[in-house]
């Protein structure tokens, strides 16, 4: 990530931190203030995307996304095409570790 970017990313955690609302004058502000050079293209990409986003949510619901999604149950319309289509056969692996000859120690 450029410094730049990170440099927005820092700023908008300050402003979000101390509950002021993200625009792109407050993070020019904020990076003039610590003597980064940012091209002003940078506060006002980040001022868009935080602007109905709520960065401490974001950051505290960070590890707690579901796991995938189990498959679904078919519906009771579906039972016919359920059955219709053939069971697979589990096949058993073929061990490529098996007896060569040789062992490991």
């Given at each position: 990530?450029?410094?730049?970017?990170?440099?927005?990313?820092?700023a908008s955690l300050i402003l979000a931190d101390e509950g002021i609302?993200?625009?792109a004058d407050k993070l020019t502000k904020l990076t003039a203030a610590a003597k980064i050079t940012v091209e002003p293209i940078y506060p006002k990409l980040f001022a868009e995307v935080f602007e109905n986003?709520?960065?401490?949510?974001?950051?505290?619901n960070v590890g707690s996304g579901g796991g995938g999604a189990a498959a679904a149950a078919p519906a009771a319309g579906d039972a016919p095409a359920a059955e219709a289509a053939p069971a697979k056969k589990e096949e058993p692996e073929e061990e490529?570790?098996?007896?060569?000859?040789f062992g490991l120690f």
């Open positions: 990530m450029a410094s730049q970017e990170l440099a927005c990313v820092y609302a993200i625009t986003a709520d960065i401490t949510a974001m950051l505290t490529e570790d098996a007896d060569m000859g």
